[in-house]
C-alpha cells in the first residue's frame, strides 16, 4: 500500500521558518521524482518545488525560490521542504507527490498539511 505522510506544518508568524517532511512507503522511493506542491483556499493547486530521484537537480516556483530548500534522503524515503522568510500569502495545505520524472504528471499524493503564515 502507498503512502505519503506529511508532517511537519502549523502556524507560524511571517519571516519564520518550517520544516516540511514527507515519509513514502509501499513503492521505490529512490526511482521516483518528489515533489511539494500547495492549494490556498479558493485557489489551484500549485507546484511549488520539485527533486529528482537522485537529488541531483532540483527546481523551484518563482514564488518561492530563494526561499524554499527541497531535499531528501534515500535511506530513510523522506523528502523535505526547508521554509524560510514565510510570507502570509505561502498559507496553504501542501501535499507532496512521486511521479516517475520531475517534470512529469505526480501518481501518488500525500493527505496534506496546513501551513499558516499570520501575525
Known amino acids: 500500500q502507498v503512502q505519503l505522510v506529511e508532517s511537519g506544518g502549523g502556524l507560524v508568524q511571517p519571516g519564520g521558518s518550517l520544516t516540511l517532511s514527507c515519509a513514502a512507503s509501499g513503492f521505490t522511493f529512490s526511482s521516483h521524482a518528489m515533489s511539494w506542491y500547495r492549494q490556498a483556499p479558493s485557489k489551484e493547486r500549485e507546484k511549488v518545488a520539485a527533486?529528482?530521484?537522485?537529488?541531483?537537480?532540483?527546481n523551484y516556483a518563482d514564488s518561492v525560490k530563494g526561499r524554499f530548500t527541497i531535499s531528501r534522503d534515500n535511506t530513510k524515503n523522506t523528502v523535505f521542504l526547508q521554509m524560510n522568510s514565510l510570507k502570509p500569502e505561502d498559507t496553504a495545505v501542501y501535499y507532496c507527490?512521486?511521479?516517475?520524472?520531475?517534470?512529469?504528471?505526480?501518481?501518488?499524493w500525500g493527505q496534506g498539511t496546513q501551513v499558516t503564515v499570520s501575525s
Open positions: 527533486i529528482t530521484s537522485t537529488g541531483g537537480f532540483t
Open positions: 507527490a512521486a511521479g516517475s520524472y520531475i517534470s512529469s504528471r505526480p501518481h501518488y
